[in-house]
């Protein structure tokens, strides 16, 4: 599978970070960028990040309908989308 040419900024919050990242790097062809307690950031090309994951720490109960998406910049411009 090709890697996306338009996806970047993407912060997802988890704390199940390290199934995450294998998985988006296994998919997008990505490798691990930078690493600390709790932020990991990962790139499948020459852009400092592309995917970012967050772990909070322990998480309060989530609501049914709550997202794990914590940040995306969009490379689009807004007419475009």
Known sequence: MASPKKLSH?????NRRREMIDWYC???GAEIL??????SFISYDNEHHRVAFLDPGPLTERQPNA?????WRSPWAASTI
């Open 34 to 39: 930078y690493e600390a307690e709790r932020i």
């Open 10 to 14: 993407i912060v997802l919050q988890t």
């Open 67 to 71: 997202a794990g998406l914590n940040t």
């Open 26 to 28: 296994t998919v997008l």
